[in-house]
């Protein structure tokens, strides 16, 4: 299945049946890989595909179940990234790791300063760095300018330096170009086609097509947290790459759909040319009472952002806001609440965005609607008693009463208050935020029906998964982010795993590239 | 099922006894032991009239802790006390001696000039987000710095009004004095807004997780603005008891309120990091800590001992207290 190794290419780093489970998840599962010196080797797979595990099994932030890894021949494991680093394994992430205050030189020693007395030793740290940095190509850098006077393309390169520095044998880089421009892009593949040259191991993870075409010798595709193809770049078509991507098994039931939303009614929510701060480019969306409308895209394509954006948590974005074709302010959550807009916002993560976790289930019920059951700021508590045991009613939350602190409750019930907080104002508008993350499986089933009941019930819904499975089975129509920005918009029987895929990749799938040029 | 039942009952107890914890029975234990300990020095420790005395002494404190509780359950702190504390007693002072009128306004003259810090103090940590450590004590060397200006760095001069005097040192009912009714009456507008107002809730999920507070459409920079405005009123109200109770205010009268209202109150297990904590746990720190410092000036310990014992008094609660995680 692999394919043959040249002979001049030495094979550097072996994993063989590692797998890893957090809870019930498997997110690796006999995974394999080998790496060779000097290559460039693509990591590719959709959300949840075991990308990022795999990363962090080789870079020692998480230890595996089972399997066996070998670099050089010898067998090792890892109980922390210094470990990794020692064995000559670093990682760029994403987010970039340097410290802004401190001089370019500092960033790059952090971890490990040259020190002479127990001192740092300001001389031999400033010819570390230099070394460094012209090793990555950016010899024009002054190792003592200070990181936030760089531009951000210079910053990438002096956080390849500092990996570098680390005397890397392999150099894992996760998504390391997605903040770059494209003419900062072309800089850092020269550097980093300059290092395979000199024999480093490059593992590269990118959800960008057209730079793994460029970049990478092999490709290895991961699904379901299994390698399931590797291959040497460039022998197989984009559409091929899709249909190896393909393949979540099935295991969720989802209420019927109605037969096409009423098109013909007006939208309820609208926006306009919404962009922030490069995260969010000129989005356009609206959508009608009764119609769910799904995000989709691979993880940290703007679903969060745009999500906040619309309730008014960001600041400094443009565009226009429409609300029943009127255009609306929403400078704050509080004023997207209020009564004639009629928003709620289900957020990304239960336990700092959405509950205050010590408080008790009565508390976190009502905190969102408490200006409905008071009247000069005095709680009607009998007022509030029945909304409450309407909500735990309605979506059966199993709790032992509702004085005993949410904390305690399952995951998928916290869930289900978070819900309950907002549904009790009757929302008109509901955004949610990956709301199925990390709940049991009977859980989500009750909240795909919810969903539907709620759309039956007139309200306009957007639902950000990153979870295929619920945009195919929940949403009447799905708009794919990429890079910001809405690439495509599918419809009924278009919702599928293999365009979702394709568009998320921001590439077009076989069938369509076929139908285009019979057309044309 | 018994879970369903033993809820069933802790929701008809009022709001303030079910947020009583392990803290608030532990500080009630210490006052008891403290006047035992006591009463085997002299027997005159469990008169009525010393502990009437000590429930007087106690309600300048009850009244300043109050608004300290309320910053502090938002996760924040009030370091400007002392001197608000004077400003409310010396501009108190000042107005009550501009006539008729000045005496009649006195009292909310002063009040009206700790809530004017605390709006500063409100603002400066909501919207502005300064840390409220280091605005509340900038606030409090600025009103230093006004009061010394104001007096010209002398004892002022001017007299309590009547109605301070009596507010602090009358009797309405008989027996008990007007400052033990002020507290009361304050306590008890504390334990409303605390569990009956939709304030409260903000204040209680704000020290939480304000986060959350805010997503779930609470305005939390106002609710912030206005603890800090009523901690710097009650405050200043404490100074105008105070000056009642002595006829004038004095240079750095406050000084000896900002540990022991902070300590009051953390003693009281309301959590230092905020959201947890409840009024009758104040009320229990308070007294304890004014027997405390009666018992420790009856012993005749010198100031130095005192302020050693209040230091360790508080990181020993912290200890206890302070570190235990948020969700019980």
């Not at chain 1, 021949?73 to 922390?80: D, H, T, W």
């Not at chain 2, 990091?273 to 310990?301: N, P």
């Amino acid at each position: 299945m692999l394919p043959e190794i040249p002979k001049n290419e030495t094979l550097l780093f072996q994993m063989e049946g590692v797998s890893k489970r957090y809870g019930g998840v498997r997110a690796l599962e006999q995974a394999e890989l080998r790496v060779h010196a000097g290559r460039i080797h693509a990591i590719l797979g959709e959300n949840g595909a075991g990308k990022s595990t795999l990363i962090k099994v080789m870079a020692g932030v998480v230890a595996p179940d089972e399997g066996r890894m070998t670099m050089a021949g010898n067998e090792v494991s890892f109980a922390s990234p210094a470990e990794a680093n020692k064995a000559g394994i670093v990682c760029i992430f994403q987010e970039l790791s340097l410290i802004p205050d401190l001089s370019v030189a500092d960033n790059i020693v952090i971890s490990d300063p040259p020190k002479k007395f127990g001192m740092i030793d300001r001389k031999a740290q400033r010819k570390i760095a230099e070394e460094a940095l012209a090793r990555a190509g950016a010899a024009d850098i002054h190792p003592l300018a200070l990181v936030k006077d760089l531009p951000l393309s210079r910053r990438q390169m002096v956080e390849i330096a500092k990996a570098l520095a680390r005397k890397p044998r392999i150099l894992i880089l996760d998504e390391a170009t997605s903040a770059l421009t494209a003419a900062d892009v072309s800089k850092v593949f020269a550097v980093l086609k300059r290092l395979r040259s000199e024999g480093l191991a490059l593992l590269y993870i990118s959800h960008r097509m057209h730079e793994i075409a460029e970049l990478a010798d092999e490709c290895t595709v991961f699904r379901n947290g299994r390698n399931v193809a590797t291959y040497k770049a460039g022998s197989k078509s984009d559409n091929e790459v899709v249909e190896l991507m393909i393949g979540r098994e099935y295991s969720h039931i989802f209420p019927p759909k109605p037969p096409a939303a009423a098109s013909d009614r007006p939208p309820v929510l609208e926006c306009r040319n919404l962009s922030w701060n490069g995260r969010l480019r000129e989005i356009s969306l609206s959508v009608r009472a009764g119609e769910v409308i799904g995000l989709g895209g691979l993880d940290g394509q703007g679903q969060r952002e745009l999500l906040l954006a619309l309730f008014g948590v960001l600041r400094g974005v443009s565009g226009e806001i429409l609300v029943d074709g009127r255009p609306a302010s929403i400078a704050s959550p509080a004023a997207a609440r209020a009564e004639g807009i009629g928003m709620a916002l289900i957020p990304e993560d239960r336990k700092t965005e959405g509950l205050m976790l010590p408080m008790s289930v009565r508390e976190n019920l009502s905190f969102a609607a408490l200006d409905q059951v008071s009247s000069g700021g005095v709680i009607d508590r009998a007022a509030e008693q029945r909304l409450i045991d309407e909500m735990v009613r309605l979506l059966a939350i199993r709790t032992a009463g509702v004085d005993i602190p949410v904390g305690a409750l399952s995951g998928g019930n916290q869930q289900k208050v978070v819900i309950a907080k907002w549904l009790m104002r009757k929302p008109r508008i509901i955004l949610l935020n990956d709301p199925t993350r990390g709940i049991d499986v009977g859980t989500k089933q009750e909240l795909y029906q919810l969903l539907r009941q709620l759309a039956d019930a007139d309200a306009a819904i957007i639902f950000y998964s990153t979870d295929y499975d619920e945009l195919i089975g929940c949403c009447d129509r799905v708009l794919v982010l990429y890079d910001g920005a809405i690439k495509r918009e599918l419809a009924g029987d278009e919702i599928t795993e293999r365009a979702l895929i394709a568009s998320a990749l921001n590439i077009r799938s076989g069938a369509e590239a076929m139908a285009v040029g019979a057309g044309a | 099922m018994s879970d369903t039942t033993t809820a069933r009952i802790a929701g008809r107890m009022p709001g303030f006894l079910r947020r009583a914890d392990p803290a608030v029975a532990t500080a009630f234990a210490c006052i008891i032991l403290l006047l035992v300990f006591g009463s085997l020095y002299s027997t005159s420790f469990l008169s009525p009239e010393y502990l009437l005395q000590q429930l007087k002494v106690a309600s300048f404190l009850g009244v300043i802790a109050s608004g300290m509780m309320l910053v502090i359950l938002l996760g924040q702190i009030d370091l400007s006390v002392p001197w608000v504390v004077a400003v409310g007693a010396m501009m108190a002072c000042a107005a009550a001696a501009h006539g008729t009128a000045g005496m009649v306004l006195a009292i909310p003259f002063g009040i009206a000039c700790g809530v004017l810090i605390g709006l500063v103090n409100g603002i400066g940590v909501a919207y502005l987000r300064i840390p409220s450590m280091i605005i509340t004590l900038a606030t409090n060397a600025v009103a230093q710095g006004l009061m010394v200006v104001h007096t010209g760095g002398f004892s002022p001069q001017d007299s309590a009004s009547a109605a301070m005097r009596w507010l602090a040192t009358g009797f309405l009912l008989p027996g008990v004095p007007n400052a033990v009714v002020v507290w009361a009456i304050v306590g008890a507008a504390m334990v409303f807004v605390l569990t009956r107002t939709t304030f409260g809730r903000a204040v209680y999920a704000i020290g939480n997780r304000e986060r959350a507070a805010y997503l779930s459409g609470v305005d939390t920079r106002r609710i912030v603005m206005i603890a800090f405005a009523v901690s710097g009123g009650l405050s200043a109200f404490g100074g105008v008891l105070l000056a009642g109770y002595a006829s004038k205010a004095a240079q750095a009268m406050g000084d000896a309120y900002l540990l022991p209202a902070i300590a009051a109150v953390v003693l009281g297990g309301t959590s230092i990091l905020g959201g947890r904590g409840s009024y009758l746990g104040t009320v229990a720190g308070v007294i304890l800590i004014t027997l405390l410092q009666s018992i420790l000036s009856v012993m005749q310990m010198p100031e130095a001992g005192r302020q050693v014992i209040y230091g360790v008094v508080i990181i020993g609660m912290l200890l206890l207290y302070g570190r235990a995680p948020a969700s019980r």
